[in-house]
């Protein structure tokens, strides 16, 4: 069966960096693209990024745009965030999610149990 | 970016009632729309996708509906089950797509 298991959250000082990764399992990660949606503390989700199933095409939320990068290695499939310059907007819990399409549709059928990234000083 | 408002934003309701959500889009979105349950301490799981086709696996008392700018999810029956809190999203202006508020769903 499908399986994203995110691993690499933890508290973060503000200013800092963090990388979090997102093993998968159960299905073919190189024919999907992936994303990565945050959800705030007892809020609503918010997209953060995506990439293409050959990993030639990213792109970002505006909020996270020149801060953030989202990677992929198919050879050992694995999503990863590198996330710089951090600050306690940031604080969430960080999904991956699976694509519905290896053109991205933007609907998410699989989730992670997600990750979270808490930024305090 | 385009605002999705949902509404109510919570429910109660009984076992057996009928249930309709409902997700405004600030424009047209033609039927890019997809929705989401959600319960405590878990992720967000696909339920209707394109408005109206169901995730292999939801259960068919689950039906979506609209186009534009209004779409509704309806449960025909409501379930034990069904308790939490549903996300509309609009996958329209990719990559800006953008999710509503949530409905808290209790039984």
């Known amino acids: ?121 | 970016d385009i605002q999705m408002t949902q509404s109510p934003s919570s429910l109660s309701a009984s076992v057996g009632d009928r249930v309709t959500i409902t997700c405004r889009a600030s424009q047209s979105i033609s039927i890019y729309l997809n929705w989401y349950q959600q319960k405590p301490g878990n992720p967000p799981k696909l339920l209707i996708y394109a408005s109206s086709s169901l995730q292999s696996g939801v259960p068919s008392r689950f039906r979506g509906s609209g186009s534009g700018t209004d779409f509704a999810l309806t449960i025909s029956s409501l379930q034990v089950e069904d308790f939490g809190t549903y996300f509309c999203q609009q996958s329209y202006s990719n990559p800006r797509v953008t999710f509503g508020g949530g409905t808290k769903v209790e039984i």
């Open chain 1, 1 to 121: 069966q499908v399986q994203l298991v995110e691993s690499g959250g933890g508290v973060v000082q503000p200013g800092r960096s963090l990388r979090l990764s997102c093993a998968a399992s159960g299905f073919t990660f190189s024919n999907y693209a992936m994303h990565w949606v945050r959800q705030a503390p007892g809020r609503g989700l918010e997209w953060v990024a995506v990439i293409s199933s050959d990993g030639t095409n990213k792109f970002y939320a505006d909020s996270v745009k020149g801060r953030f990068t989202i990677s992929r290695d198919n050879s050992k499939n694995t999503l990863s965030l590198q996330m710089n310059s951090l600050t306690a907007e940031d604080t969430a819990v960080y999904y991956c999610a699976r694509d519905t399409s290896v053109v991205a549709s933007y609907c998410f059928d699989y989730w992670g149990q997600g990750t979270l990234v808490p930024v305090s000083s």
